[in-house]
């Protein structure tokens, strides 16, 4: 697609709003103002409040003023259709910004479709300070829980950033099978993200329907998505999909993921799909990605994928594999999968091999998977083989036409286990640089050549005719691909394509007439397949009409674009004419007189010959080849001669050293001090003395500038800088003249105000909870706060940067003092006088409904529930049974909350294992829809107490569910106990 998605949405948007039936445009200013009627620039709104407390039509369109910032998320519970979306963009000049904060997503459309979302960013309060505690916030989150098998249809999303959130970036959301369909991403750009940078989940587990269906994400580019470091699994994925049928992801770009993850159940990819139908990924790059366990590769077809592609990526530079082949317990079969034409550039660099095929304990396995003409190369950077293989449970896994090349003696195949019986090579290069060749095969078996291991296993054999070469394949600079950060130029990645002389060209085995294997039309760069009537090896087709290099680069002999010279007094410089050819340049500088150094063959045009003696003639000639299989050279160019310069026997100027500007404090620990900035041809590093006061010397520095630290308060120091050059010699100058400071008296003072008082007195939100919030005190040292509990058997707030301050867990009718007081973060740390003290009393709470499961059953307690959901003595807080839920278990009861307010849920809980967007969930019915309370992964006993909506109030229809969701039974599960129901009656 290549970023031409821009232009057909804005065209749709035109025809969208043009042939809308009474489409209404909203506009949102920061100059507007919220009683306008909002439609024009003009009238317009002024928040997003306004936005949210507006019902929308279909065709509507709501536009921010561009290059302005607006606080709050958005939230939509209605959308438009396929024909007359709703519209969600910028209007005038650049994107405006929608700043969402850490309680909140900040686009929530939810249980809708019918939507094109363009030009806006949307920005969170920041990534920083990720806990699996932490709840889940999103960029841009689409809901669906319409009934199973329902898809929301129509969603497009193009040229948006959405950057600084907790969780996920955009995130397709399904709960019980229903999801969405025909969803467009497309031109946009997702960073600094917790958990996942664009994905949708299952939808539940198993997975008997997929949730999703028909996805295009094309010309995105997804990087620094962290993780979070407690989390169960898979934490910091760039691109990742479950539960759809049909996708393509292409054109896409994924890197600098999963630093933060630490899962030992699985680690994070660049680009990757599961439980999934149908998809092809292509024309990607997917690079530098991390974990601290597992995974960290590139790009992964896995559990349960079926009918889908992997085709003209790159990856490189990965923590884990390139390319992972997977299939975990639990999951569905694992079949007719192809992975083609991609290339693998020192991936591994945690230890796994470019490529890796695994398989876990009870799983479906793997059947019909083909791996065939990728190039798969391991430098010197990479920890493992080329490719490895740990499955067992595979039938009709084949391994053909691809080239695998590793350095330093790491093995070109390994196959552990069994796995050599259930995997067939077939017509593969393989090849070892640096050390001897080597392939692992089953347990304790070692091969050194392709000959003997094919004697011994039958692989690399087509009937009775051995197939298959060792040798080096010849590619144009293996290893030299780096990064190409735009994957609509892949095809310019001219290091793994091959020399002419290559003994790979013609060698391919033809799949289709031999297995009946549709090998499509092109190879990785765009070139027809096959060339001349014969195929390759690996992800190049050589061109077979090119003719044969046999012409030296231009020109020839060589000349120079700059003679040599004296740089400095050990140093001579000088550099080449840029010389051309297609297969490619390098240069070599011969020193031919004064016993100089030769550079070897190198890329660079310009070479600095070093280390020479000062005052010497050397002389130099250069001359170039190209990268072809020949290697034709030019002729030498003429001889040039240079001296190096004369030793330097002269400080750097000034001398003595002068001060920019004298010593003075920056506080009552420290004192900053600049030097005049020096000058000498062979550059300049200062040094600070201190001479009186025990401060601390500043050793030798780049910078004219020194900051002494950790001094002590109203204390005299004195200080004195000289500066010395970079020649051998390290000609110094005089000391400056001695000057001194004094460091500021130390903080005494506290934060003001002073005493302390309230922006808001302690006030009761519920039966149990009493909020209140300080004013906001200043201190240059900075400030935090203490809430104090002087009456009423309350709780202290401990020292705390926040304002805020919420105590829970109180008694119903009850009344509570509080004061609080703020100190600075000084050594000294000043503290004000106290506030006044402030009461507030608990709201008189009667319990509605209380069950500690105690009776062994639900059905005492009037509970419904369904999936996997028992009352279990080991799922006990207090007492003898707690109520245990796996996979998508829940339990349901009805509470009438008739003639009560403040509705609050208190119970105990605990979760064990679940894995990225899996938690327990704590719901309540408002007579209409499901509102979601908590939504929770604790890892260890709990007790929450949770003040509800006012939807919750006065209503005869309310009902509260607990219910999970998670992947695996048994190891992935709820507890829930001591669950009360408590309002305050009207």
Known sequence: MCKKSVCLLAFVLMIGLSGAVQATTYYVSPSGNDANSGTSPSEAWASTDKVNSTTFSPGDSILFEGGETFQGGLVFTSGGTPTSPITLSSYGTGRATIQGDLKETVLLVDNCAGFEISDLIFRGSGNTHLTID??????????????????????????????????????????????????????????????????????????TMHSHEDFYIADCVVYDVTGIEDMGSHSGSGIVFGGLNGCVIEFCEAYNTGELCFSDGGGPLGIWAWECNNVVIQHCESHHNLSNTGDGGGFDLDGGVQNSIIQ????????????????????????????????????????????????????????????????????????????????????????????????????????????????????????????????????????????AWRTASDQEM????????????????????????????????????????????????????LFGTDVGTRDFYGLDIPSNGVFDIGAHEYDQSLPEDTNAPSPDPMTWATVPYGASESSISMTATTATDDSGVEYYFECTAGDGNDSGWQDET???????????????????????????????SSTESATTLSADTTAPTPDPMTWATVPYATGAYSIEMVATTATDENGVEYYFECTAGDGNDSGWQDSPVYENTGLSPNTPYSYRVQARDKSINQNTTGFSGVESATTDAADSTAPSPDPMTWAVVPYAIGSSIISMTATTATDVSGVEYYFECTAGGGNDSDWQDNTDYTDIGLDPNNQYSYRVQARDKSPNQNATAWSTTESATTMSAVTLFSDGFESGDLVTGGWTSDGVVDVSKTADYTGTYGVELQLTGWIEKAVSTAGYTNIQVKFACETKGLDSGENLFVEWWDGSDWNEADAIRSNDWILKDIALGSGADNNSSFKLRFRVLSSNPNEELANVDDVEVAGVLQ
């Not at 079949?335 to 490529?355: C, L, P, W």
């Not at 002419?500 to 013609?506: H, L, Q």
């Not at 010959?609 to 990268?627: C, E, H």
């Open 134 to 207: 932490l709840p889940d916030f999103y960029g841009i989150r689409f809901f669906a829980n319409a009934g199973s098998g329902v898809k929301l249809e129509y969603i497009r999303i193009d040229n948006v950033e959405v950057c600084d959130v907790t969780n996920r970036g955009i995130f397709f959301d399904a709960l019980d099978f229903s999801g969405f369909k025909d969803v467009e991403v497309t031109n946009s750009i997702v960073h600094d993200i917790g958990s996942e940078g664009i994905n949708s989940s299952t939808g539940g587990w198993p997975v």
């Open 312 to 451: 003209y990526n790159y990856s490189h530079d990965n923590y884990g594999c390139g390319y992972l082949i997977c299939q975990f317990g639990g999951a569905n079969p694992f079949i007719n999968n192809t992975y083609r034409y991609n290339i693998s550039e020192n991936d591994g660099t945690g230890g796994m091999a470019g490529v890796f095929y695994w398989t876990g304990s009870q799983s479906e396995g793997m059947s019909n998977i083909h791996f065939y003409n990728n190039t798969i190369y391991n430098g010197p950077n990479s920890l493992g083989s080329a490719i490895e293989i740990m499955s067992e449970d595979m039938t009709g896994c084949y391994i053909r036409n691809n080239i695998f090349v590793t350095t330093d003696g790491k093995p070109v195949v390994e196959v552990l286990g069994k796995s050599t019986s259930v995997v067939t090579f077939q017509g593969n290069c393989y090849w070892s640089s640096g050390d001897d060749f080597l392939i692992l095969w089953g347990r304790n078996k070692t091969y050194t050549s392709l000959d």
């Open 462 to 513: 087509v009937g009775s005719e051995p197939v298959g070469i060792q040798a080096n394949p010849l590619l144009t600079d293996a290893g030299g691909g780096g990064t190409i950060g735009d994957p609509c130029l892949l095809e310019t990645l001219d290091a793994y394509k091959l020399m002419g002389a290559s003994p790979v060209i013609d060698e391919g085995l033809d799949l289709y007439t």
């Open 606 to 636: 310009t070479y600095v010959d070093v280390g020479l003696v000062p005052s010497t003639q050397y002389s130099y000639r250069v001359q170039a080849r190209d990268k072809s299989l020949n290697q034709n050279t030019t002729a030498w």
